[in-house]
C-alpha cells in the first residue's frame, strides 16, 4: 500500500471509529463490524481499489452523520413540540 494511501486509510478507520462510539447498538457491535471489514479488505494492493474502498467508507461516514443528526432531531422535536394525532 502506497504512503499517501496508508495515511488516507488510517484516517478513515479513526474517523469511523470515533463516529461509532454513538452508534445505536452500541459501540463494541461497531468497533467489531468496523474491524472484520478493515480486516477483510487488508490484503488490497491495487491503488484504484483502494481508492473506491476510501470512497465508500466516506459515504457510510455520511451516512452515519446524517443517522446523529436525525436523532438529535427527533429528540428535540419530542422536547419542545405536542405529539401529532
Given at each position: 500500500?502506497a504512503?499517501?494511501l496508508?495515511?488516507?486509510?488510517?484516517?478513515?478507520?479513526?474517523?469511523?471509529?470515533?463516529?461509532?462510539?454513538?452508534y445505536?447498538?452500541?459501540?463494541?457491535?461497531?468497533r467489531?463490524?468496523?474491524?472484520?471489514?478493515f480486516?477483510?479488505?487488508?490484503?488490497?494492493?491495487?491503488p484504484?481499489?483502494?481508492?473506491?474502498?476510501?470512497?465508500?467508507?466516506?459515504f457510510v461516514?455520511?451516512?452515519l452523520?446524517?443517522?446523529?443528526?436525525?436523532?438529535?432531531?427527533r429528540?428535540?422535536?419530542?422536547?419542545?413540540?405536542?405529539?401529532?394525532?
Open positions: 500500500m504512503n499517501p496508508k495515511t488516507e486509510v488510517i484516517r478513515l478507520y479513526k474517523n469511523l471509529l470515533y463516529l461509532g462510539r454513538d445505536p447498538q452500541g459501540s463494541a457491535y461497531f467489531q463490524r468496523l474491524k472484520s471489514a480486516m477483510k479488505n487488508k490484503d488490497v494492493t491495487d484504484e481499489k483502494i481508492k473506491q474502498l476510501v470512497a465508500r467508507g466516506d461516514i455520511k451516512e452523520e446524517a443517522l446523529y443528526f436525525l436523532r438529535k432531531y429528540a428535540m422535536k419530542k422536547r419542545y413540540y405536542e405529539p401529532e394525532k
